[in-house]
């Protein structure tokens, strides 16, 4: 169902798939989908504003769940669990910002909402009317009576996200002046953690810390950090990461101009690592598993590695101080795949290599991948991977080594091929010097 500016329709789902998307093409901007929960009319901190940098509210209830792209379009998603949303939440604003452009500049532009159960669309918002923004409302769910309903919203701000984010309450981290600052400023209290940290596998359930108590919330930053070809180093300790547990998430779709597999009775979500998008409806790749590992070496001389394949999940309180949250084997998790990291134990870390491998050995062929890390401090880390043009099945993400200051990531983007005799654990261990030894494993 189409609808116009000012408009509603009732939404009849617990939990709803929310897609932004437009056309791309030369010189199209990029954007970002967000959304901000309200009680009042206003968020009751800025635990209540889930965007890039701070991907699900405290509750867990709305997430961002990231984009996917297919030829000519890219797609930003947000789930919205509208029956795990606190009783004093009336109103979650669907908003988006643009990175670099304007939002006038934006093809075909639209916002929709699916059930995320179903994947059938509820409702869609074309006719937005964007012009010279840089950030802009598209719609809105919100409470009427015992149900939730969605509103065609279509307000721009020219402050951008900053500026959208102000209005509704939300404490934005100024950018610096340029004057010099005469005064220290206090330490700023560390983030809500964007995602709770995984539950150690055949071990009791690992304690969550609460957030430290601190005289005042730290604001929030919009910024993000892109490692790329020309600048692909970056010290976590200079970037401000210094402790906690750092997620590493990778997602997949398709490379602009690769062939779609068509299913019968329709099409289907772009990407084929459908972990981050199965909600949308089904995958032309789903069913594919794609596996997240790393091979982990200590500073004291032992070496291993970090994979669901025997069953390798690691630990985060003890060596190695690393694992691996979950094993997607169908693509049905919509968020996919994640790697944990505790830093706190960075000193006792010398190398780390992320990688990730097809187990059923089907090419990566026409995908392009970015890899985020998002640390307990600081703005989340992309690491953008071109596509390979070779049959490879299996891709190192990045390599954190320890220079005696810190572990500092290098984004490497480097694809390997499994042949007979030499599997991409092999191969991967023998261009990073590990000297492990290899035989067949199973999950």
């Known amino acids: ?37 309200l009680a009042g009319g206003r968020v009751r901190s800025d635990a209540d504003f889930v965007f890039y940098n701070q991907p699900q509210d405290v509750s867990g209830a709305v997430r961002h769940t990231g984009k996917r792209s297919a030829p000519g379009s890219v797609v930003d998603t947000l789930t919205v669990r509208l029956a795990g ?11 988006a910002s643009s990175d670099g452009g304007r939002f006038g500049a934006l093809p075909g532009l639209y916002l929709r909402v699916l059930d995320a159960a179903s994947g059938t669309e509820l409702v869609r918002f074309e006719d937005t009317g964007a012009d010279t923004e840089t950030a802009f409302v598209l719609g809105e769910l919100y409470r009427r009576g015992e149900g939730w309903k969605f509103r065609a919203v279509g307000q721009g701000y020219a402050s951008g996200l900053a500026g959208l984010a102000t209005d509704y309450g939300i404490q934005v981290d100024s950018e610096p002046a340029p004057a ?6 206090a330490a700023p209290a560390p983030p809500v953690a964007p995602v709770a940290p995984p539950a150690p596998y055949a071990a009791p359930p690992m304690p969550v810390s609460a957030p430290a108590a601190a005289p005042a919330a730290a604001p929030l930053s919009f910024t993000k950090i892109t490692l790329t070809k020309e600048a692909p180093r970056l010290s976590l300790r200079k970037h401000g990461a210094v402790g906690g547990l750092l997620r590493v998430n990778l997602n997949w779709a398709a490379a602009a101009g690769a062939p779609q597999k068509q299913q019968s009775g329709g099409g289907g979500a772009a990407g084929w690592l459908a972990k981050r998008m199965r909600a949308a409806g089904p995958s032309p790749m789903a069913g594919r598993d794609l596996d997240l590992a790393c091979l982990w070496q ?23 101080f690393i694992q691996l949250a979950n094993d997607d084997r169908t693509g049905a998790v919509t968020t996919g795949e994640d790697l944990w990291i505790n830093l706190d134990h960075a000193d006792l870390i010398q190398r780390l290599v992320v990688f990730a491998f097809a187990f059923d050995n089907q090419p990566l062929t026409g995908l392009n991948g970015l890899a985020t890390l998002y ?10 991977l071109d596509g390979c043009d070779f049959p490879a099945t299996s891709c190192v993400v990045a390599l954190l080594e320890n220079d005696g200051d810190g572990l500092v990531v290098n984004r490497e983007g480097r694809y390997f091929q499994a042949v007979e005799g030499r599997s991409n654990h092999q191969q991967i261990d023998e261009a990073y010097g590990w000297g492990l030894n290899w035989s067949a494993g199973r999950k």
């Open 180 to 185: 010099p600052v005469t005064t220290p400023a």
């Open 1 to 37: 169902m189409v609808i116009s500016k000012g408009a509603n329709v009732p939404v009849a789902a617990a939990e709803v798939l929310v897609e932004l998307g437009w056309s791309t093409g030369p010189g199209v901007p990029d954007a970002d989908a967000s959304a901000l929960l």
């Open 85 to 95: 949303l606190d009783p004093a939440v009336e109103t979650v604003v669907l908003a």
């Open 375 to 384: 640390p307990a401090t600081g703005a989340p880390v992309e690491l953008p």
């Open 298 to 320: 200590l500073r004291d001389g032992s070496s291993g590695i970090v994979q669901a394949i025997g069953q390798r999940f690691g630990g985060l309180y003890e060596p190695p």
